[in-house]
């Protein structure tokens, strides 16, 4: 997707281990996300960001934490990965209301 | 919590024929979004609503809004069979533009 990259594409981790999943983007948009997206949830805000370093929480933050020390890069860690914590991960960004958001490519993380 | 119910869960078409989805929601809005996801990849954008309209085109898609009823439906008009994918609403009720997805509506248009 134009504008928005997201690493890696797939990983496979073991439960306990910690995971960093990047997004950047060439849009210099003010907002990034980070979604998942679970079989019969649709998907489901995680983190997001509003400037650098400003970043709230979203509908299913537990165990999940953010970073964003520049426009350009949103990171997702999870601290001590868990078998619950295995979907795909989306990051999408906006330059605010009223517009869409633009999706990554996704992320498919497995835990084992 | 998900915002926005969708209905039907799946929709079978031939095609030609004419594709609806419809989507609930239950707070407040500022718009409506939709978006088209094929298997494996990222969502597209295909249409945003505001809260005051409450109708809008763009090639084949009709969108409709209905902010008394909390409610939109999506209208794909003369289905091809490139239009299979998962289509989702997702409403922007608050700031920073954050969006609340509905859990979609899988459409298979076949030949």
């Known amino acids: 997707d134009a504008g928005i990259t997201q690493s890696p594409r797939h990983k496979v981790t073991e439960t306990g281990t910690p995971v960093t999943l990047r997004c950047h983007q060439t849009e210099n948009h003010r907002y990034m996300y980070w979604y998942r997206q679970d079989p019969g949830h649709g998907l489901r805000l995680i983190h997001y960001s509003y400037g650098v370093k400003d970043t709230d929480k979203g509908e299913v933050s537990d165990g999940y934490s953010v970073s964003r020390s520049k426009t350009e890069d949103f990171l997702l860690t999870l601290e001590s990965a868990t078998s619950s914590q295995t979907s795909v991960y989306f990051c999408?960004?906006?330059?605010?209301?009223?517009?869409?958001?633009?999706f990554g490519s996704g992320t498919r993380l497995t835990v084992v | 919590s998900q915002q926005g119910e969708e209905d039907p869960q799946a929709l079978s078409i031939q095609e030609g024929e004419n594709a609806t989805m419809n989507c609930s929601y239950k707070?407040?809005?500022?718009?409506l979004q939709w978006y088209r996801q094929n298997s494996g990849r990222g969502l597209v954008h295909l249409i945003l609503i505001r809260s005051n309209e409450r109708e809008k085109h763009s090639g084949r898609l009709r969108v409709t809004l209905d902010t008394s009823k909390k409610s939109s439906s999506l209208l794909i008009t003369a289905s091809r069979a490139a239009d299979t994918a998962s289509y989702f609403c997702?409403?922007?009720?608050?700031?920073?533009?954050?969006?609340?997805f509905g859990t979609g509506t899988r459409l298979q248009v076949t030949l």
């Open positions: 999408a960004i906006s330059n605010g209301q009223p517009q869409a958001n633009t």
């Open positions: 707070t407040s809005i500022n718009n």
């Open positions: 997702a409403t922007d009720s608050g700031t920073a533009s954050k969006l609340t």
